[in-house]
């Protein structure tokens, strides 16, 4: 699970990079491809964000 999460929201992904008006290249990961976050994380932004517990039913 730590390898998903953080593949999606920490390292950017060369295919996912588009041009901005200057004609750079901004770096995208898979989380910000999907529209779920603006910026590429620190693992240790990523490691701190608070989880909430998942329900046990």
């Known amino acids: 699970m730590f390898s998903y ?3 999606n929201f ?6 996912l990079r588009i041009q901005d008006e200057e ?3 901004q770096k995208r990961t898979p989380a910000m491809a999907a529209g779920l ?5 620190s693992l240790s932004e990523w490691l701190a964000y608070p989880v909430r ?3 046990r039913t």
């Open 5 to 7: 999460f953080s593949y």
């Open 53 to 55: 517990p998942v329900p």
């Open 23 to 25: 004609k750079r290249w």
């Open 37 to 41: 976050t603006n910026h590429v994380w």
């Open 10 to 15: 920490c390292w950017p992904v060369r295919t």
